[in-house]
């Protein structure tokens, strides 16, 4: 018999995460990037719909499946970002295991991109490296998952020491930089292929508070309480959609503990804008919505955003979080094998086509 578990009301939860958007200062280098060096298909191109002069690039998985997505948006005029208080540290991406990693970093520097790791983070294996923005990215091997130092049926209860050969300063840095795929990898195959988000980590100045706001106004449940392994003295807490037995994929969202701090993110090229979770369907949105206000969170009304309807609210730091819906999906203006191919605009755009089109730079 399962240990009884008290059970936090968290109707409705969410699945997981849908997307994270990131501002770019190049369309042409982020395509480059992410399309032909990470191997993510264009799901999506189209403008900024609050400011149609510029590029939003959707990138994913299947079709643009919610969970796989990153967007950018394009402000070649903003001045460069930081990681800090309210803001996201890195963004990691999902790669089936180990062997795939190796492949990775070789792939990676290969094409002149320094790579840390692979790190063994005992949930998982990653390594880092920056976008051209400067947006640190981290790849994570799939498994073996949270379970591995405290029951399965009970994360996130205890405070959970990483083992010291874990910690930075313990580790033996040369061996790990030294450890490379032998042959050059020029293809991203299905074996090492991306499979979507992993999870996002971000940085707070009151990690008890915002491990109130992400249950109450996502659902989410905490699902570690750990040290950043980078930096033994900062605590590390992971939340995740957390049925009390299995952690879904591509739902995982962690904080980095800053009490105090007054570096706060901030926002430009090479940081994350804000970070989107799921929810099913329109009418939960709205219910969702309600139960936000109650919490005395303020929230935007539904935006229509054409591939998915989505509110935005922030937590106490800054962090600026969304609730898209899974539908109605990337294929309303565009057959899905043919996803990302021609510039698609909203319908009250469309009168200003030639107008936008002019605006825009072509791009591969
Ligand atoms: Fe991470
Ligand atoms: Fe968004």
Redesign the pocket.
């Known amino acids: 018999m399962t240990p009884a578990r008290p059970v936090r009301p968290a109707d409705p939860a969410t699945p997981g995460l849908h997307?994270v958007?990131l501002v770019a200062r190049d369309a042409l280098k982020t395509i480059e990037f992410y399309r032909d060096v990470l191997g993510l298909a264009v799901v999506k191109r189209t403008v900024n719909f609050d400011e149609p002069s510029s590029y939003h690039l959707y990138f994913g998985v299947d079709g643009g499946r919610p969970g796989t997505l990153l967007?950018f948006f394009e402000w070649p005029r903003v001045p460069r970002g930081g990681f800090g208080v309210g803001g996201v540290h890195h963004v990691a991406l999902s790669v089936p295991d180990r062997t795939a990693l190796l492949r990775w970093k070789r792939r990676l520097d290969d094409h002149h991109i320094h790579v840390r790791g692979p790190y063994d983070r005992g949930y998982f294996t990653s390594i880092y490296f920056v976008d051209p923005d400067g947006q640190i990215l981290e790849l994570a091997t799939e498994g073996p998952g949270y379970a591995i130092d405290e029951p399965a049926d009970r994360l996130g209860e205890q405070i959970v020491e990483p083992p010291l050969e874990r910690l930075s300063g313990h580790r033996d840095e040369d061996a790990i930089a030294a450890e490379m795929h032998p042959e050059p990898v020029r293809q991203v195959d299905a074996e090492m292929a991306i499979t979507g988000l992993h999870h996002v980590s971000g940085i707070t100045d009151d990690i008890e508070r915002a491990d109130a706001f992400l249950t109450g106004t996502l659902g989410l449940r905490r699902v570690k309480r750990t040290l950043n392994q980078d930096d033994g003295r900062t605590a590390h807490w992971f939340w995740a959609a957390y049925d009390g037995r299995e952690v879904a994929p591509a739902s995982s969202f962690s904080l980095f503990h800053w009490p105090g701090s007054d570096y706060r993110a901030r926002p430009g090229f090479g940081q994350t804008h804000?970070v989107?979770f799921r929810v099913p369907d329109r009418e939960t949105q709205l219910a969702w919505r309600e139960r936000i206000l109650e919490l005395g969170v303020p929230v935007t009304h539904v935006q229509e955003r054409k591939y998915f309807r989505?509110i935005y609210f922030r937590m106490h730091d800054g962090m600026l979080l969304?609730l898209?819906t899974d539908g109605p999906g990337f294929d309303v203006d565009e057959p899905l094998d043919r996803l990302g191919s021609a510039l698609q605009l909203p319908g009250w755009l469309e009168p200003r086509r030639a107008e936008i089109e002019r605006s825009l730079r072509a791009l591969p």
């Open positions: 997307h958007t967007t804000h989107a989505s969304e898209a």
